[in-house]
């Protein structure tokens, strides 16, 4: 697999309801608004519709009114309060209204020439290491920054030299020879084929692009394992992206926590599981992925275990290597 993831207290003499407890009316409200408006547009002719991942997407710009009605101290705008785990039925109903949000996104696949651009940074002994990439779309090119040294001598070896590298058309390489791996344009189109459903979204790609069975792992551990990686890819259709959000609330023990900081320092909300044991995968401890808290997008992922803490600093979709959106 290719791999290019807030609220407030209301406190004033009489108690009031905290913002736990109307997470879910709320979200009710927006899905029978979001249901009213499909109603409206039932009778007007379906547009077709094109499919694309949130980096060509540019902003991320919300097309629905969903975001006009929510409330001022919805989870939505909670971003910099104080970290607040929230139930499982406000977790649930929080995964939906990501879901609900992110599937109105509209925009194209990029072209075969143009390439995917991404800005990582890892934190290796809490420092961090950041590095970039572009990957052109049709699998024919790369490039990279900073360069990797070649074998033999490097005394001229300049890191801060974009290196590119451009070969034959790896999409039929890897079909002829049977590689696992795919190009961004092949991964794409193979989310692209994914139903919305969650339950058989999962089922699809644990049959389909599975990451690998490990003895003893159970559905819930594997699916969030498989979830987990899916969100480092860059471009996502929008109708798989809000699938995920429903997967992931279908899975026992997954939380939602708002007020909270990526690796970066962004506002972020995260979505965790814990696992008070070792996994079959080695896992252990709290094991999150964040996504912004207006737009939803994947901004990065963290492990108790220190294993894993990573940013996605910048993505988009550029006309060629070593630009930047």
């Known amino acids: 697999m290719n791999e290019l993831s807030e609220i407030r207290d209301l406190r004033a003499g009489v108690p009031l309801p905290d913002a736990d407890r109307l997470t879910a009316p709320r979200a009710r409200l927006t899905a029978a608004f979001r249901q009213e408006t499909r109603r409206g547009r039932a009778a007007l002719p379906r547009r077709r519709m094109v499919l694309v991942g949130v980096a060509a997407a540019g902003a991320l710009a919300v097309t629905a009114g969903i975001v006009a009605i929510l409330p001022e101290d919805s989870p939505r705008t909670s971003a910099g309060k104080r970290p607040q785990v929230l139930s499982a039925g406000a977790s649930a109903d929080t995964l939906e209204l990501a879901a609900a949000t992110v599937e109105k996104h509209d925009s194209t696949e990029p072209g075969p020439k143009q390439w995917v651009y991404e800005k990582s940074t890892f934190f290796v002994r809490g420092k961090p290491q950041s590095s970039e990439e572009w990957t052109r779309w049709d699998g024919t090119g790369h490039a990279?920054?900073?360069?990797?040294?070649?074998?033999?001598?490097?005394?001229?070896?300049?890191?801060?030299?974009?290196?590119?590298?451009?070969?034959?058309?790896?999409?039929?390489?890897?079909?002829?020879?049977?590689?696992?791996?795919?190009?961004?344009?092949?991964?794409?189109?193979?989310?692209?084929?994914?139903?919305?459903?969650?339950?058989?979204?999962?089922?699809?790609?644990?049959?389909?692009?599975?990451?690998?069975?490990?003895?003893?792992?159970?559905?819930?551990?594997?699916?969030?394992?498989?979830?987990?990686?899916?969100?480092?890819?860059?471009?996502?259709?929008?109708?798989?992206?809000?699938?995920?959000?429903?997967?992931?609330?279908?899975?026992?023990?997954?939380?939602?926590?708002?007020?909270?900081?990526?690796?970066?320092?962004?506002?972020?909300?995260?979505?965790?599981?814990?696992?008070?044991?070792?996994?079959?995968?080695?896992?252990?401890?709290?094991?999150?992925?964040?996504?912004?808290?207006?737009?939803?997008?994947?901004?990065?992922?963290?492990?108790?275990?220190?294993?894993?803490?990573?940013?996605?600093?910048?993505w988009g979709v550029v006309n060629k290597p070593g630009a930047r959106p």
Do not use: C
């Open 144 to 314: 990279s920054l900073p360069g990797i040294p070649r074998a033999g001598d490097i005394s001229d070896f300049d890191p801060d030299e974009l290196q590119v590298w451009y070969g034959p058309n790896q999409e039929e390489k890897w079909k002829r020879e049977g590689y696992d791996d795919r190009s961004q344009r092949q991964f794409y189109r193979f989310l692209a084929t994914l139903p919305s459903d969650p339950d058989r979204m999962m089922k699809r790609i644990r049959e389909e692009h599975a990451i690998g069975s490990i003895s003893g792992e159970s559905r819930a551990q594997r699916d969030w394992r498989e979830i987990d990686v899916l969100y480092r890819s860059v471009l996502i259709p929008p109708n798989v992206q809000a699938g995920l959000f429903r997967a992931l609330a279908k899975i026992p023990g997954t939380r939602v926590t708002t007020g909270v900081k990526d690796p970066l320092g962004r506002a972020a909300i995260a979505v965790s599981v814990h696992y008070a044991e070792k996994t079959s995968s080695g896992w252990q401890g709290k094991q999150e992925i964040l996504f912004d808290p207006e737009s939803y997008a994947y901004l990065g992922q963290t492990r108790d275990d220190g294993e894993m803490v990573s940013a996605r600093a910048a």
